[in-house]
């Protein structure tokens, strides 16, 4: 049942090219169009929004966090993203043209769906990502995009982060296609990115035997840090996690600009720091600023290891291993720099001995708050 992986997580991080294909199939039109005929929100309830709110927990507030990024971006709309173990207790400012979109895999995490009654309760429109046909969390949302990931076994969420990512694109096109706004014509050509996104990532999971020696040498670190800037924040944050969840490591991801404001003494020689780099072709300084980043901390002694684009030449003199991930526009990019980083914290935790797909006091639905 495993397919031939020595893990359900392995056939599952092998799966994404599919899982993806399946989560764009008959949403995407030949002219460029999102369809989300399904959500069943009308065309006018998504032009009355003025404000989105994210909830949900763990990997699927990263997918959150990646996707406020490209949400805000398109449609200009302002966006928060919020732990929906938090978003309750606190009063959010919601009302009848809040959008409040729910992530989660399961559709069973309590939290999220507190954070969701909580949500419908004060008026707010409650928009479901779920990849659980009939579970909880969409059956109580005014609408649903179902995540086509197929079922998820390991407890480490895998396949369901970049469906979930390419769902909340979907939402964030589609919103910007029907408000009809400045970036709209920046839709078509997104479009054809990501139909290109199930081949990038088969090409890329036929490169990860790198990655794999790099476990093995990493598996015995006492710790190992994560920097990332713009979507490669929310990527370094999921790294983190797999590494601890999985690995029983203590590991830790930040946005690279702040680790001058404190984290940066926690670097010691050799501590191994994974850093992920935003394509060079992208807008502004960011890529200048993650290479210095990577610089400074190496000077400091950090061992780094460096995810970057393909032919991204401008890192090399700082990197003591590089792995490298397609060329794709940054806004996309946390569909490819994520997987390394999967694989990474998988092989780490097998050559510990642990369990990769039942980690210690772990369930893969939390039906509690
Ligand atoms: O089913 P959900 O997406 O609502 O689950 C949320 C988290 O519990 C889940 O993503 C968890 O963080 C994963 N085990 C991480 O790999």
């Known amino acids: 049942e495993k397919g031939g992986f020595d893990y359900f997580m392995l056939k599952e991080i092998a799966e994404q090219p599919q899982a993806i294909a399946d989560t764009l199939l008959g949403r995407l039109t030949e002219h460029g169009e999102i369809r989300l005929d399904e959500v069943r929100l009308t065309d006018q309830d998504l032009r009355d929004v003025d404000k989105i709110f994210i909830v949900a927990c763990g990997t699927s507030y990263h997918a959150g966090l990646v996707a406020k990024y490209a949400i805000e971006h398109w449609t200009r709309i302002p966006c928060e993203v919020e732990l929906a173990s938090e978003f309750r207790y606190r009063d959010p400012v919601l009302d009848r043209s809040t959008l409040v979109v729910a992530i989660s895999q399961s559709g069973e995490t309590m939290d999220t769906l507190m954070a969701l009654r909580h949500a419908k309760d004060q008026k707010a429109r409650v928009l479901a990502i779920c990849n659980t046909n009939g579970s909880t969390i969409p059956r109580e949302s005014d609408a649903v995009l179902y995540t086509h990931g197929g079922p998820e076994i390991a407890v480490a969420s895998t396949k369901a982060f970049l469906t979930q990512v390419v769902a909340c694109y979907l939402i964030g096109l589609h919103l910007a296609q029907v408000r009809g706004i400045k970036y709209a014509d920046e839709v078509g050509a997104v479009v054809a990115q990501l139909q290109e996104m199930p081949d990038k990532l088969r090409a890329l999971l036929d490169r990860m035997d790198p990655v794999r020696a790099l476990a093995r040498d990493l598996a015995s670190a006492g710790t190992v840090l994560f920097i990332g800037r713009h979507v490669g924040y929310p990527v370094a944050l999921e790294g983190a996690l797999k590494l601890k969840e999985l690995a029983y490591m203590h590991a830790e991801g930040f946005a690279a600009g702040e680790l001058k404001h404190g984290p940066i003494s926690l670097i010691d020689h050799g501590t191994p720091v994974v850093c992920v780099v935003p394509s060079p072709a992208g807008r502004g300084m960011l890529h200048d600023k993650i290479v210095s980043n990577i610089q400074e901390v ?43 980083l999967q694989v990474l914290a998988c092989e780490i935790a097998a050559a510990r001995g642990h369990d990769v797909d039942q980690p210690r006091n772990l369930a893969k639905s939390v039906t509690v708050e």
Do not use: F, K, N, Q
Not at 300 to 325: K, M, N
């Open 298 to 340: 190496r000077a400091r002694g950090a061992r780094t290891i460096v995810i970057a684009e393909d032919g991204d030449e401008a890192v090399l003199p700082y990197a003591d291993h590089v792995i490298s991930v397609p060329r794709t526009p940054t806004l996309l990019a946390p569909l490819v720099t994520t997987v390394p």
